[in-house]
């Protein structure tokens, strides 16, 4: 069953079918590759920011308000701050570690999972379901694109119409994740991936001119490494 997008109306995987676009984390050997603060250049303010505008826009979206904003905003900043520390750690010592890309998974769910289980503190069952798929990704993926959708520099109405937008195409793209089994082809995994994106580029596209759709995939288009990619099972 599919849980709540936080934009009622915006469904990334109807409109993915359309063309294809690419946009996927993979395993990388340090995780500075992975860090939107090491891709664009910003600042742990800039971070930050990040960070407290995706809580604004999910507990607007959710209704959420009063204490119940005030504590859900506060726990996932502080959570988030917490990690980061963590993920910093492991990249600095990435050179004595095994398995890194393993370690920052682990570490990544042990603090989704603290931060969902503080939720029903604060948030009714419904709530809670939708919000772990949302800001309960954790999902730097989300860091980045929001950076680069504040780059363009749209009108207010403009910002948080596409601000939602990413938003419900994160929540799609943690379900999609979640729901794939873990032997599933990594290649069969991707292509969705890359689909899931193109319905989002389309979304967006509406409120975009053709330059700045240009400056949009270009900040957010990657290129893919499908040769060599771990797990992936030979046909």
């Known amino acids: 069953m599919r849980l709540p997008h936080l934009v009622p109306g915006h469904n990334g995987p109807a409109l993915a079918m359309l063309a294809v676009a690419v946009l996927v984390h993979l395993p990388a050997p340090r995780l500075a590759a992975q860090d939107p603060s090491q891709t664009f250049g910003w600042t742990a303010a800039d971070r930050e920011a990040i960070w407290k505008q995706q809580a604004e826009d999910a507990t607007d979206n959710l209704e959420i308000t009063g204490d119940d904003k005030s504590k859900l905003s506060a726990l996932y900043l502080a959570r988030r701050k917490i990690l980061q520390e963590q993920l910093d750690a492991l990249d600095s010592n990435s050179q004595n570690v095994k398995d890194v890309y393993g370690e920052y998974r682990r570490l990544v769910e042990t603090e989704r999972g603290r931060f969902r289980a503080a939720l029903s503190d604060i948030l009714d069952a419904k709530q809670v379901e939708a919000v772990a798929v949302s800001l309960?990704?954790?999902?730097?993926?989300?860091?980045?694109?929001?950076f680069a959708w504040r780059a363009i520099g749209l009108d207010p109405e403009k910002s948080k119409q596409g601000r939602l937008m990413i938003a419900a195409y994160i929540a799609d793209w943690t379900q999609m994740r979640e729901a794939t089994p873990a032997d599933d082809d990594t290649e069969h995994r991707i292509d969705e991936l890359e689909q899931l994106k193109v319905g989002l580029d389309l979304s967006l596209a509406t409120l975009l001119s053709d330059e700045q759709q240009t400056q949009w995939q270009q900040t957010t288009q990657f290129?893919?490494?499908?040769?060599?990619?771990?797990?992936?099972?030979?046909?």
């Open 136 to 146: 309960g990704s954790f999902s730097r993926q989300w860091d980045r694109l929001l």
């Open 223 to 235: 290129r893919t490494q499908r040769a060599n990619i771990p797990g992936r099972r030979r046909r």
